[in-house]
Every structure is written in structure tokens, then in C-alpha cells.
């Protein structure tokens, strides 16, 4: 067996936010493999996420952010006490995904997929179904036609890719170096952490000048009618 040390514990503790009893435990079941403890500690805070996952959750909170007064973001999260609502890893929690939501691209219309409108959902197969029937011809490449009987089988394919682009909880976390943490993923590893069912509700976007039409001036049309011409 491999000897644990302190050391270990610490880095262990600082990759997952797992207790220092866990962390010891993972290693010394992955004969001190950091690497597999890290992974058994996941799997742990998956298992207990899941235990959770059904237990009432009505406290939590709503919180703001603004990026550099153009993009707005309200938040809402539950939790199961207000302890946990006044801790700073929910408080870190909350912001952090705030932050995603002003910051994701694209950006995110629903938290999951089984919060997407059907109607929108219509449309998005609608859009996509036209534009297969009838691509378009991109200058110096070959053009793609798709066989008639092949384009339902593209388009859902099309569509389950756009799900996860635009539900919350699929994308990637924008603060996540590596790009492989979902704020799935970090939600989980919330949950495991802080050890009450957790769930991010609800939310609302809003960029400055969006969906109005935006003034086209006409530069030397101005300069024209300034000098009198």
C-alpha cells in the first residue's frame, strides 16, 4: 500500500471541495492514486446527488449580475434550508452561474431540455428541415444535398446538438480551463458538497438594445447635408 500523505489529502481536498475524511478514505481505496480518488470521489457526490435529487427544495436565493452595464442576468436557486442559503460555497455557487449565463455563447434559453417549449422546438425542426430541403451553394465548396429520406434522421440530429447547446445545465462552464465541466457537473459537485438537494430554477437575460432595430446612418450622406451640399 502507498503511503498517504498530507500533502495528497490537501491536493485531493482542493481538486473535489470533498472533506478531509473522504479524501483520506478515496486514497487509500485507490491505493493513493490522486487521480482515482478524484474519480471515485465523483462518482460518490453522482450517487449522493441522486439520493437528493428528490427532497423538497423552497429556500435558496435570487441574485443578480451585471457585466459592465450591458448584460443583465437574474437567478433563481433553490435549496432545502436557509442555512445553506447563507453559506459562501452556495453564495460562490449562485454567482459563478450568473457569470455563465451573461458570459455563455451561445446563450442559454432554458436551465433543462425538459423545459424547452414544444413550439419552439417546432419551429427550431421547421428552420432546419427548409434549409435541408434547399441548401445552400457556399462559394469554392461542393454543394451538400442530403437524400429526401435521410433529412428526418439529420435534422433530429441537428436538433439533439442544439438542445445542448442552449439548456444551461448541458453547457460547457465558461470558468472550466479545461472545457469538460457542465454546469450540470457543478451543480452536482454542489449538491455533494453541501449535501441538500439543490436546483437552479429559473432565470432571465438581457442584453442592452436587444430585439430593437438599431439606427443605420448614412456617414457621408451627414457629411453631405452638414456642408451644404
Known sequence: MAEIT?????????????????????LTETDADVEKATEYLRKKGLAAAAKKGGRIATEGSVT?????GRVGVLLEVNCETDFVARTDDFKIFIKDVAMHIAGASPVPLVVAEADMDPATLDNERAIRTEAAKNPKQVPGEKLKVIPEAMIPKVVEGQLAKWKKDVCLLDQVWV??????KTVGSL????VAKLGENIKIRRFVRWELGEGLEKKKDDFAAE???????
Do not use: F
Open 64 to 68: 443578480s449580475y451585471i457585466h459592465n
Open 223 to 229: 457629411v453631405a447635408k452638414q456642408a451644404g451640399l
Open 6 to 26: 498530507a500533502a495528497m489529502i490537501k491536493d485531493l481536498r482542493e481538486r473535489t471541495g470533498a472533506g478531509m475524511s473522504d479524501c483520506k478514505k478515496a
Open 175 to 180: 470558468r472550466d480551463p479545461e472545457g469538460k
Open 187 to 190: 451543480l452536482t459537485d454542489i
